[in-house]
């Protein structure tokens, strides 16, 4: 199990202005940790960090940057060598959605830098520091469409696709070392993630919505049991097993050394 309690040092947060963001830093500053909260709205950033120092009295810094430019990457990359870390959500995400003809390249690249580039980067200079103290946690928040094609979505569910396979890859190298890996899937969130992109809510029932605090507290508890897949609105864990199981026999047979009898000439 992680323990996210015990010395808890600096948490750092992308994508901390709103959101599922702002809810991990809450949660994270009421256990104890300083911050260093990440976004691109260093008016919303700073409003936070009086807010949580105000409320909490830990430490808070903050950093403006843009995860998808490469010298805000390394400025971050760099400050996560500096300090103490020894926790990091990587919930910074953009979702370009549409189809995928009509989506623009350039928007469809960005997405890919800032989910895929950023989220693998932070992730190996979060390690590095974890291995060098001996403890450390690393949540990376995916998405439920990691798991299934979309065609509104074909970048965005492909990058949260990169975010399971990496986390749990990475997880099982670094089996026994004291550091905690952890991806999350969550479903439909209350949060700016439609409206910023001029969509409605409506794409999804009510009913489907968890807020970004309820997601925030799930995911931490998923840490704290040392679950590896967190699917905070998944009601029965047996469903991830039978994926899991089906998976495993899917590999199995792949590994026969033969060639499918409907795939052979004649």
């Not at 033969?258 to 052979?264: G, L, V």
């Amino acid at each position: 199990m992680t323990d996210l309690g015990t010395n808890p040092g600096v948490a750092v947060v992308t994508g901390a202005s709103s959101g599922i963001g702002a809810a991990f830093a809450d949660r994270l500053a009421r256990r104890g940790h300083d911050l260093l909260l990440v976004a691109r709205r260093g008016d919303r950033l700073s409003t936070l960090a009086a807010q949580l120092q105000a409320e909490t009295g830990v430490g808070v810094e903050t950093l403006v940057a843009d995860l998808g430019r490469a010298d805000d990457l390394a400025r971050l990359e760099a400050r996560i060598a500096d300090i103490p870390v020894s926790f990091l959500v990587n919930n910074a995400g953009v979702g370009a959605l549409g189809p995928t003809s009509s989506v623009p390249a350039g928007a469809q690249e960005a997405l890919i830098r800032i989910n895929v580039v950023a989220l693998t980067r932070l992730s190996i200079a979060a390690v590095a520091r974890f291995s060098a103290a001996g403890r450390g946690t690393l949540i990376n928040i995916a998405s439920v469409m990691a798991l299934m094609p979309s065609a509104g979505g074909g970048a965005y569910s492909g990058s949260k696709a990169y975010v399971l396979n990496f986390t749990r890859s990475l997880r099982l190298e670094l089996g026994g070392s004291g550091i905690g890996v952890h991806v999350v899937l969550p479903g439909p969130v209350r949060t700016e993630f439609f409206s910023s992109q001029g969509l409605s809510d409506s794409v999804f029932p009510d009913s489907a919505y968890v807020s970004a605090e309820a997601l925030a507290d799930a995911a931490l508890a998923g840490a704290a049991l040392g679950e590896e897949v967190i699917t905070p609105s998944l009601a029965s864990a047996d469903h991830w097993r039978d994926l899991e199981a089906a998976r495993g026999a899917y590999m199995r047979d792949v590994m026969s050394g033969e060639i499918a009898a409907r795939y052979r000439p004649g």
